[in-house]
């Protein structure tokens, strides 16, 4: 009997991926953020391009409008970001110059240099919420039984 191969298709996408690497996802900087937190830092993570585009260019108003939040959360959501070290801010805003503020994810390379990965230094303070709980990989896994089935 002979072995059918599989044929290994891989999905041709133009525009590229993003990726957020298991050691992030399951540190307690990231679990310590709220769900709009960590749709903000996904947006971030779009808009950057290695070796092109590592610096973000980002003002509360537009990060509001293009994820559909009001700009005072989208600024709070920044300064969380920033005080977990997921993000550090490289450039001022100018309103003069009418430019906004930028930042760079300290989990991916800049300027050709490793990442700081200050994100991994941050320390869970205070009461435990709802938002913040332990890693996925690290919860045993609980079955529950149907009423009727045996």
């Given at each position: 009997m002979s072995r059918r191969r599989r044929k290994h298709s891989e999905v041709q996408r133009s525009n590229g991926f993003m990726q957020v690497?298991?050691?992030?996802?399951?540190?307690?900087?990231?679990r310590s953020?709220?769900?709009i937190d960590r749709?903000?830092?996904?947006?971030?993570?779009?808009?950057y391009i290695p070796n092109r585009s590592e610096v973000i260019?980002?003002?509360?108003r537009r990060?509001?409008?293009?994820?559909?939040?009001?700009?005072?959360?989208?600024?709070?959501?920044?300064?969380?970001?920033e005080s977990v070290g997921l993000?550090?801010?490289?450039d001022e805003s100018d309103w003069y110059q009418g430019t906004a503020r930028s930042y760079r994810l300290t989990f991916m390379t800049y300027q050709?240099?490793?990442?700081?990965?200050?994100?991994?230094?941050?320390?869970?303070g205070g009461p435990t919420t709802a938002d913040k709980v332990t890693a996925i990989s690290r919860q045993p896994r609980r079955?529950?039984?149907?009423?009727?089935?045996d």
């Open positions: 690497h298991r050691e992030i996802y399951d540190s307690i900087a990231y953020l709220s769900f749709a903000v830092l996904l947006h971030l993570l779009y808009h260019g980002m003002s509360n990060l509001a409008r293009e994820i559909g939040i009001n700009k005072d959360t989208a600024g709070r959501a920044l300064r969380k970001l993000i550090t801010m490289i050709g240099r490793q990442p700081t990965d200050e994100w991994a230094e941050f320390q869970n079955f529950r039984r149907l009423a009727g089935s």
